[in-house]
């Protein structure tokens, strides 16, 4: 979605190519994208002339003669092209203006979610769309932000991109302004400080401007002009490079869903006082993921095991007695009989995905538990099959410990298993997704001692 530097460098384009121009004729092709009656849209307009083209927040507004406006929202993908009379309609199209002078504007929409309006200069500003909008980082006082923000309940990455509040900053530069400002953009928005305000607002002009200067970010649903590039995605810092090292502290960052919006942040720049920062460890079975963990509890960091969970649920029948109705006659003399568990997740594929969700629902609510009530401000969670999971969202940072089958299998025959049951019981770890979820993928083929100089060498922790 074109963000305030895309729609200020639309504009500027847009105003050369419309300026002077008469409108000589208009083909509507979607009815439902023009706010007004479509026969008063385009009998008020032909015979008109284009002044100029400003931008209000995201809207471009068109000036014509006969004090009239035209107000334009690109939305997810709209776009505007030049053409000439007689150019095939393409597909998406919503609405061609024809000019006197044998050119056209072409408004193209493919998800169809832009609007257009026909209103006059004398009153645009205080109805809708216009009137919602809020001032734009140049011109809000940081007061008006403060108040604004300590009304909002939920994240600060989903305040700001209310554009009734502060206009301009969509996903893009939100995630760029938190990562400048080191505010992470879970914090909640009403805890805010009034520095933090000031920080924002300046580094939303900083940023908007350098972006303005590059002619916006070029992603997939943005295009300012036919052979037009925007050269801002080189200068963004955070947005797009999750789990890419962070450019100030080398910690990886990132990306996690808030409101449903992708969010790349650094945890260690924008950690949040009072948060702990949160390591989840995972890997297939043998794969050093306790060497991992014991590194770091080394370090300082309060370990949650997740294996130490789970015996413990065993050992104490914590899980309920719906699952030991489940269970049958694996529960016997008022406990788990391991060996015939085992058999049976071995011998029983829809017996083992039924169990193992529900004793995961206990094991990650006794791990939410934990860290509530935990005191540390760093925490490592050590679960094996934390991809994907509930649990992956709580994570700062993901590590995957990751070696080859041979040498998991030599480990797990030093330590005298099974390898055979072990591989068949660890099935469900899914490689590939969890490589995409991590922050880190850590070769774990050599030895401990390997292994630690590595982590060493990272000097992240
Ligand atoms: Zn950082």
Known sequence: MPELPEV?????????????????????LRDKNILNDPGFFVSSLVGQTFLNVSRIGKFLIFHLTSSLVIISHLRMEGKYFEGKVGDPVEKHDICIYEFTDGTTLRYNDVRKFGIIKLS????????????????????????????????????????????????GLG??????????????????????TLEQCQAIIDESIRILNIAIKNGGSTIKSYHPKEGVNGLMQNNLLAYGHG???????????????????????????????????????????????STISSYLKDKGYEVIDADKIVDSIYKNNDFGQDLQVFLGDI?????????????????DASFKKDFETRIHNRVFSIIKDKISKSKSDKIVLDVPLLVPSPIEELCDLI????????V??????????????????????????????????????????????????LNLF
């Open 331 to 347: 529960y016997e003399n008022n406990q788990i009989n391991r060996t015939k568990l085992l058999d049976k997740m071995i011998e």
């Open 8 to 28: 200020e460098t639309i504009k500027t384009i847009l105003d050369d190519i419309v300026k002077n121009k008469t409108i000589k004729s208009i083909k509507i």
């Open 120 to 167: 006059k200069e004398d009153t645009y500003l205080n109805e809708p769309p216009i009137d919602n909008v809020g001032p734009e980082p140049f011109s809000i006082t940081k007061e008006e932000l403060y108040e604004g923000l300590k009304k909002k309940s939920g994240p600060i990455k989903e305040a700001l991109l209310d554009q009734s509040l502060i206009a």
């Open 399 to 406: 590590i995957m410990a990751d070696a080859k089958e041979e």
């Open 243 to 289: 789990n890419e090292p962070c450019s100030r502290c080398s910690f990886p960052l990132r990306k996690i869903f808030i409101g449903g919006r992708g969010t790349v942040y650094c945890p260690r720049c924008q950690k949040e006082e009072g948060k702990p920062l949160i390591i989840g460890i995972t890997g297939p079975i043998a794969s050093g993921k």
């Open 408 to 457: 998991r299998k030599n480990r797990l025959i030093e330590r005298g298993k099974d390898p055979e049951k072990a591989f068949k019981l660890n099935k469900t770890f899914q490689r590939g997704k969890t490589i995409a979820h991590s922050g880190l993928v850590i070769d774990t083929n050599g030895t401990k001692k390997e292994l630690i100089a590595k982590l060493d060498s």
């Open 171 to 192: 996903n893009i530069y939100d995630d760029e302004v938190l990562f400048a400002t080191k505010i992470n953009p879970k914090m909640e928005a009403n805890k805010v």
